[in-house]
């Protein structure tokens, strides 16, 4: 199985007290190196100006690769611009789209992307939450452009509800937004009756909840909802910032959920997309919870 990163990503610097650090991408991809042979590391492309467009606004654009910066600058309270972040932000991005080709034309049935910035806050016109493009979303609509499937799946288990990803994709029929997220917390957006054109699923949890609410809630509602899409393709926004040890959130999953949902998501993309997948890190801001998570999402992911 391929997995895609870059060392470009560790150099996107948000500042020394920062949640979104570099070494969440380290202790990710040292956990899967120690842990899994069979995995075939590939560095992540950048993305084209044209693939950005397809989702993104040329302001932003301009934002963020247009005026180099030599020191940090906020764009928001949360969102930081330093030296190396465009080229970070464009290895990200790069990788979902390298990734939707492995899978759809170059023989791959999974594939991660392990990479910074998180992308799934990015709206089309703003950079916010950590997140510079929206990474998922460029993959996605690639799938649709450029490869021309019409059924393709965004599936979200942030903790974090994906606002950016929501409004990008809320009135396009070809992709199917579905996630579980706290509510209330950061963007406060995701309440149950955001359908966009009906192809917005969202399931909110209470802080607190804990893994039979959050099971109960894909397997009641997420996953019937997306197997009677019939996806052709799956894509996941992996956050792993429900878990119990996260500082910046209070949903307290246990890293089992992850490989359960997991398995879930991959028996989907068996049924209907010839099994093709293609995750990509989002959150997840505690470094022992991120090692044994992304473990655990990989290794389902790699299961026959």
């Known amino acids: 199985m391929y997995v895609y990163t870059h060392p470009a990503c560790l150099r996107h610097d948000p500042g020394p007290t920062h949640a979104e650090r570099p070494e ?14 069979a995995l075939q590391w590939q560095e992540a492309p950048r993305a084209t100006r044209g693939q950005l467009l397809r989702v993104h606004d040329d302001a932003l654009l301009a934002l963020v690769l247009d005026n180099p910066v030599d020191t940090r600058i906020a764009l928001d309270p949360d969102t930081m611009l330093g030296p190396g972040s465009a080229e970070a932000a464009l290895r990200a991005a790069g990788a979902g ?17 392990a990479v910074r910035p998180p992308g799934h806050h990015a709206t089309g016109s703003a950079a916010m939450g950590f997140c510079l493009f929206n990474s998922i979303a460029v993959a996605a609509s690639h799938a649709c452009e450029k ?3 019409s059924r393709v799946a965004v599936v979200d288990f942030d903790v974090h509800h994906g606002n950016g990803t929501q409004a990008i994709f809320e009135t396009d029929l070809r992709v199917m937004y579905l996630s579980s997220h706290q509510l209330p917390l950061y963007p406060e957006t995701g309440r149950a009756d955001e359908h966009g054109v009906g192809n917005v699923i969202n399931a909110p ?15 009641e509602h997420l996953l019937p909802a997306l197997d009677a899409f019939r996806p052709q393709m799956l894509l996941i926004s992996a956050g792993f910032d429900a878990h119990r040890l996260d500082p910046l959130a209070q949903l307290e999953l246990e890293t089992d959920d992850y490989r359960w949902l997991t398995t ?3 028996a989907i993309a068996e049924r209907h997309a010839h099994g093709r997948l293609v995750s990509m890190l989002e959150g997840g801001y505690d470094l022992q919870a991120l090692r044994e998570c992304s473990v655990a999402h990989v290794g389902a992911l790699l299961a026959p």
């Open 264 to 266: 879930e998501l991959v």
């Open 147 to 149: 490869h021309g499937l």
């Open 97 to 113: 789209v390298a990734a939707v080709d492995a899978v759809l034309v170059g023989g791959q049935r999974r594939v991660f992307c």
């Open 24 to 37: 969440r991408l380290s202790a990710v991809t040292d956990a899967l190196r120690a842990t899994f042979d």
């Open 205 to 219: 949890l209470p802080p607190g909840a804990g893994s039979e609410p959050f099971r109960a809630a894909w397997r």
